[in-house]
């Protein structure tokens, strides 16, 4: 980064250099016995959790060493999540989040990345399957011997015999937080954010909607996640606010939390919001009456649900929220109208500079094409991976983010796509959202991907994958999307019903794995014979 930017962030009061374990601390010394945590029907005041985060800090310390080094939080959403992280904080090394549902061959993947001095899995079931897929990924990993515990109740306890910490170089000071991609095509990266970056996000978050000490945050994306650590444990953290976590996801639980700690705050992916508006809610108040704020991100949001989320959630301002594990984001305003809400991800947090990178090659305010960004909340690099992050920055610092975008002149941004999603039918570049948004809107739907089918003539043709309540045909798909009026280059060629979906910890489809199970399921003559003429009647259309 250049030395104007980061003087500049500086200046604008964005950077400040302060320690999120710092601010936290002061808010514990303005008002110790104010709420701090919701888990499991416990409630814990700053002072508690505090102290327990000081305590389990000591035993950190003498597992893992003094050295600054990763550790690796392997949990659910319970009180030792936060335990766990506020400690390894205020032991000095560096918490590496990573969601329980994280697959084994992507631990493994994560250790040898980041050498981690200790990992730190639930303890409350010994023989849950996240602690063995740990296990296994530890003793795997080609970085020398890793040291794991079990967390319980606050306390750590080594699995298995003391391993000395090894003396691998300490993580730069630039690295306060190691969060994870998705991984919806390979593994994951090790994504590094300083302290400023990741109180940029968090401070413009309080100012855009209004967050303090006294508007509890319920989180029920794993903590694990971008979403969850920087939308639920930082921004608490960095408020003061209440947290109110959720570890199984239940959408009439949901609402009873909600409803019971007055929480005012969530960011969620689209299958939280889609399960909060079909739920059941029979009191007189309105579903999610104490919420001000739902950004719904991780998965496109279909126009329709926004539309119907205005009947179902009156009290609730839903906005999409796009962003990445590597930062940015944007969201629609209160001042943004019904289009935007419906059709665009909104405009970027102050100081995020968003801009086009066309066919060739020229950065663009506004216009159709890949979307690039810089600002005070975008990361600092892949740890472990220094060649990989230089491919991904052009120009002065802009990054790419792989996503297709259209930017209008208000700076609205409209996500159109993944560059790794396009269908190339027929030589021509077909984007899945469209067709997504327009069979998302029928009310059997319960969820859609738009994937390239293998064709021997046309190299892809386009199949929709719906999972629906009662079952659909293709003629009946092909009929709505005339009356949503998509374009016919849009339709669907092939319909492949099923009961559910792979999906990431943040919501979003695993769109490679999904296409790679349906075609194998396949009879090899089918999974790549022509589907016949296409809904216009041109085989080749």
């Known amino acids: 980064m250049s030395d104007n930017r980061a003087k500049r962030y500086r200046l604008a009061g964005w950077w400040t250099g302060r320690r999120l374990v710092d601010r936290f601390e002061t808010h514990v010394g303005e008002s110790p016995g104010r709420l701090a945590l919701v888990s499991d029907g416990t409630a814990i005041s700053r002072s508690e959790l505090w102290q327990a985060a000081g305590e389990a800090a000591e035993q950190i310390r003498s597992l893992a060493g ?9 949990l659910p959403n319970r009180t030792d999540w936060m335990v766990m992280f506020l400690a390894v904080l205020r032991a000095g090394h560096v918490p590496a989040t990573t969601p329980v549902t994280t697959p084994e061959a992507h631990l493994r993947h994560i250790f040898e990345l980041t050498r981690p001095a200790l990992v730190v899995c639930d303890g409350q079931n010994r023989a849950s399957r996240s602690a063995d897929a740990v296990r296994r990924a530890a003793a795997a990993a080609a970085c020398g011997p890793i040291a794991v515990a079990l967390a319980k109740g606050g306390r750590l306890a080594p699995d298995g015999p003391p391993i000395r910490p090894t003396t691998a170089a300490e993580v730069p000071e630039a690295t306060a937080h ?49 979403v969850g650590s920087i939308h639920g444990c930082r921004l608490s953290l960095f408020v003061g606010a209440p947290l109110i976590l959720q570890d199984e996801w239940d959408a009439e639980a949901a609402l009873e939390l909600v ?54 959630l009156p009290n609730t301002f839903v906005t999409p929220l796009w962003g990445m594990t590597e930062g940015g984001l944007t969201t629609c305003v209160p001042t943004s109208t019904e ?49 990989l992050y230089a491919t991904e920055v052009i120009g002065d610092g802009f ?21 790794k999603d396009l269908i190339i039918r027929g030589a021509v570049n077909i984007s899945p959202v469209e067709t997504e948004n327009a069979i998302a809107a029928h009310p059997d739907v319960v969820g859609v ?91 080749g259309r």
């Open 66 to 74: 003094t050295a600054r080094r990763p550790v690796v939080i392997h």
């Open 178 to 226: 190691l969060m994870f991609t998705s991984s919806t095509t390979g593994p994951p990266k090790a994504v590094s954010h300083s302290e400023d970056s990741l109180a940029a996000l968090n401070l413009h978050f309080a100012e855009r909607f209004d967050l303090s000490q006294d508007t509890p945050v319920f989180m029920p994306s794993p903590l694990g996640h971008s």
């Open 259 to 312: 409803a019971r700690h007055g929480a005012d705050f969530t960011a969620a992916a689209t299958p939280f919001l889609l399960d909060l508006a079909n739920a059941h809610w029979d009191r007189s108040e309105p579903k999610l009456a104490s919420m001000r704020s739902f950004l719904c991100g991780g998965a496109q949001v279909p126009p329709a649900l926004i539309r119907r989320c205005r009947d179902e």
């Open 339 to 387: 289009s935007q809400l419906e059709t665009t991800v909104g405009v970027g947090l102050p100081g995020l500079e968003l801009r086009i990178l066309d066919a060739e090659g020229a950065l663009g305010d506004e216009g159709s094409g890949e979307l690039v960004m810089r600002g005070p909340g975008v990361f600092n690099g892949y740890y472990g991976q220094p060649e």
């Open 399 to 419: 990054f790419r983010t792989g996503d297709l975008a259209r930017i209008d002149a208000d700076g609205y941004v409209s996500i159109t796509g993944r560059l």
């Open 449 to 539: 991907a738009v994937i390239g089918w293998p064709d021997e003539r046309l190299g892809e043709r386009i199949c929709a994958v719906v999972h629906a309540r009662t079952p659909l045909d293709l003629d009946e798909v092909l009929a709505f999307c005339a009356e949503q009026e998509l374009p016919r280059r849009y339709w669907p060629e092939r319909l492949v019903p099923v009961d559910g979906f792979p999906r990431t910890a943040a919501g979003k489809i695993r769109k490679q794995q999904l296409r790679d199970e349906l075609v194998a399921a396949c009879d090899p003559a089918e999974a790549t014979a022509g589907s016949g003429a296409g809904p216009d009647g041109d085989s």
